[in-house]
């Protein structure tokens, strides 16, 4: 099973900008995943904020960050990125990737899928926080 690991979180200012970095570790690849970003917000569930299917052609990404947040591939295909830029205090959560454990679920260009159940190999996340 996929080990990831989360970075890049931080604190910051509205309108600031962060870059998250989701890697394998332990020999592990993300190499042929569809991944997801996913983020849990003090007293609420867990939410898919952008997934990006096993081969990079199908993306989604939350109503709320569209425009703001980009998901990407490295080059290396073993970690993924959340570029976050004009940041608001309600992207304060704490912020998780995960896969889509290889079952390619993240296909339907229309309505891709990234619901936090269909997902696992949770790594441990890392805390963001938006504040003046």
């Known amino acids: 099973q996929v080990q990831l690991v989360e970075s890049g979180g931080g604190l910051v200012q509205p309108g600031e900008s962060l870059t998250l970095s989701c890697a394998g570790s332990?020999?592990?690849?993300?190499?042929?995943?569809?991944v997801g970003w996913f983020r849990q917000a003090p007293g609420k569930e867990r939410e898919g904020v952008s997934c990006?299917?096993?081969?990079?052609?199908?993306?989604y990404s939350a109503n709320a960050v569209k425009g703001r947040f980009t998901m990407s591939r490295g080059n290396d295909k073993n970690t993924v990125y959340l570029q976050m830029n004009s940041l608001k205090p309600e992207d304060t959560a704490v912020y998780y990737c995960?896969?889509?454990?290889?079952?390619?679920?993240?296909?339907?260009?229309?309505?891709?899928?990234?619901?936090?159940?269909?997902?696992?190999?949770w790594g441990q996340g890392t805390q963001v926080t938006v504040s003046a």
């Open positions: 332990g020999g592990s690849s993300l190499d042929g995943y569809a």
């Open positions: 995960a896969t889509d454990l290889g079952r390619d679920i993240v296909t339907n260009y229309d309505d891709p899928e990234c619901s936090p159940p269909e997902f696992g190999s």
């Open positions: 990006l299917s096993s081969i990079d052609s199908v993306t």
